[in-house]
């Protein structure tokens, strides 16, 4: 069982930075790939971003490929999700979630626990 909670969350100006955090509770994170997915008012939950066990593989989703950055701190229980040249698009509830798995990191179904979520709102 792995307990997800995320922080960071906020209001920012288009063209601005944020960081979002995610941290872990529970035995074995280091051996779970992590994911940024994130849902805007009336839209599906989509893909956004996630990362290997080690942190040595990365994949994004076109959209924030570029501007965001995924990574972790298997020393800390903690993964990251760096933003930055935001737009008002990427206004959403952004959650975090823990894959057993190596395959469909890309997919909600690939995950097996995940966290309430923090809402980054960029403004024009």
């Known amino acids: 069982q792995v307990q997800l909670v995320e922080s960071g969350g906020g209001l920012v100006q288009a063209g601005g930075s944020l960081r979002l955090s995610c941290a872990a509770s529970?035995?074995?994170?280091?051996?779970?790939?992590m994911g940024w997915f994130r849902q805007a008012p009336g839209k599906e939950r989509e893909f956004v971003a996630a990362?290997?066990?080690?942190?040595?593989?990365?994949l994004y989703a076109d959209s924030v490929k570029g501007r965001f950055t995924i990574s972790r701190d298997n020393a800390k229980n903690t993964v990251y999700l760096q933003m930055n040249s935001l737009k008002p698009e990427d206004t959403a509830v952004y959650f975090c979630?823990?894959?057993?798995?190596?395959?469909?990191?890309?997919?909600?179904?690939?995950?097996?626990?995940w966290g309430q979520g923090t809402q980054v709102t960029v403004s024009s």
């Open positions: 529970g035995r074995a994170f280091s051996t779970y790939a």
């Open positions: 990362v290997n066990w080690r942190g040595a593989s990365t």
């Open positions: 979630a823990a894959s057993l798995g190596t395959t469909q990191l890309m997919a909600r179904s690939g995950y097996a626990y």
